[in-house]
């Protein structure tokens, strides 16, 4: 659903219009509506900010230019008044040197911010299992951890930390191991 809509439905559910009424100003069946509202628990979600530490699209935009002007990392972070570290992993989190692109960091970097985020083991099926497995012969997570490094070593999407495991079995609204 897009913004748009969003905001049409939270302009009549605060003036407690029927649900009827706001399903036909969206266009979308009831149940669209309700689904919405009923995943929100009723209350609107305060608009997502950005962290006044975060890099910006101006910033990045002197990212790029300064790439193509053949800057060094150091050079570009000083013109920013930033920490190099900070430019580097920006331009490595986003394509390299050769090709970074302000506006798709940007939209990548508001992504990658999204909360909350959903636990590596309940979106991994395979590797949830593996790690079910070895949990029930007692393994431990550094263990376990340790064992997919050395049976995956190819394989990103099949390792898991010890912390994601710890985070999985101690935090209780995750539930994957109960």
């Not at 149940?31 to 910006?56: D, K, N």
């Not at 050769?98 to 395979?126: D, G, H, M």
């Not at 490094?149 to 010890?162: L, Q």
């Amino acid at each position: 659903m897009n913004d748009k809509r969003k905001a049409i439905i939270w302009k009549l559910w605060i003036k407690a219009t029927p649900m009827i009424e706001i399903s036909r100003a969206i266009g979308k069946p009831h149940s669209t509506a309700s689904s919405y509202l009923r995943y929100q628990g009723g209350s609107q979600p305060s608009p997502r900010t950005r962290s006044p530490i975060t890099l910006t699209l101006v910033e990045r935009e002197e990212i790029s230019r300064g790439l193509t002007a053949n800057h060094g990392v150091r050079k570009v972070a000083s013109l920013l008044n930033r920490n190099p570290s900070t430019i580097s992993r920006e331009i490595n989190r986003n394509g390299g040197v050769s090709k970074y692109r302000a506006t798709e960091a940007e939209i990548a970097a508001w992504k990658r911010a999204k909360r909350p985020k959903r636990c590596l083991l309940s979106e991994n099926f395979k590797l949830k299992e593996l790690v079910t497995d070895k949990l029930s012969q007692n393994w431990s997570p550094e263990q376990i951890s340790g064992s997919l490094r050395f049976a995956y070593p190819d394989n990103e999407s099949m390792r898991v930390s010890h912390e994601t495991i710890y985070k999985s079995l101690f935090i209780q609204n995750r539930g994957l191991f109960l």
